[in-house]
């Protein structure tokens, strides 16, 4: 187990994983930094949630502006070009190019600012199958990257990797994670929308784990997709 004083940089969305990768961070001892980062999404609310599970646990939370990135990212993502279809399945639209990546060199800066020697983010085993940048050999490059960048030996770790989201789910309610303050919609509100592809993994998550949803949905299901700005 290693000492209350060392540091672990936590890439922490707002949503259900990476929430469960930040109190996993703190049961193993780690003096935990949760990292936001704004790139123009438009699931605000993922950040709101951020903000909120990291203020609860009483965590230095710092929040990145990379909204600029919104204007590299319109006509590909529908994460953040409210002009393209979020679907209910998974389509190619979903993926933000290239994002751990931008947000993982980001987190490798504050962390050798701050004198931490690891990195951790919440790619799981069944995002593996659709996101480059959610593999194992992705994060070996990225850490391979980051210590040439640095000239130190900083580690990155998706410690989730080898888990379904629905083991996520169970791991998350054996560490306390409070559900009901993670955000997992592609859109933004007051509740989780019910009828987009995260939503659907959420609640499907919840079911074969076993565990309760406190989730909120506006829609119990949906027929196609739509268009946010429509």
Excluded at 18 to 28: D, H, I, K, P, Q
Excluded at 86 to 99: A, G, L
Excluded at 118 to 144: I, K, Q, W
Aim: a negative charge.
């Amino acid at each position: 187990m290693p000492s209350d004083k060392e540091r672990a940089v936590v890439v922490v969305s707002g949503g259900l994983d990476s929430t469960t990768v930040l109190y996993y961070a703190l049961e193993r001892g780690f003096s935990a930094f949760p990292l936001t980062f704004d790139y123009g999404q438009i699931a605000r609310a993922e950040i709101r949630s951020a903000e909120a599970v990291s203020r609860r646990l009483g965590l230095p939370w710092r929040l990145v502006d990379l909204s600029g990135l919104s204007d590299l990212y319109m006509g590909a993502t529908s994460l953040v070009d409210r002009g393209i279809e979020i679907t209910r399945e998974f389509s190619r639209p979903i993926i933000v190019p290239f994002r751990n990546a931008v947000l993982l060199s980001a987190a490798v800066a504050y962390a050798d600012s701050i004198g931490a020697r690891l990195v951790l983010y919440g790619a799981h085993a069944s995002d593996a199958e659709n996101y480059p940048d959610c593999r194992r050999e992705f994060v070996e490059a990225m850490e391979r990257a980051a210590r040439l960048g640095t000239g130190s030996e900083i580690s990155i770790e998706a410690p989730l990797l080898s888990l379904k989201k629905s083991e996520v789910v169970r791991l998350g309610a054996r560490l306390g994670v409070p559900f009901e303050l993670t955000w997992s919609c592609y859109r933004d509100g007051e509740v989780h929308c019910g009828s987009c592809e995260s939503c659907e993994n959420r609640r499907r998550a919840f079911i074969e784990a076993g565990v309760k949803d406190p989730t909120e949905y506006l829609h119990g299901g949906a027929q196609g997709g739509i268009v946010e700005g429509g």
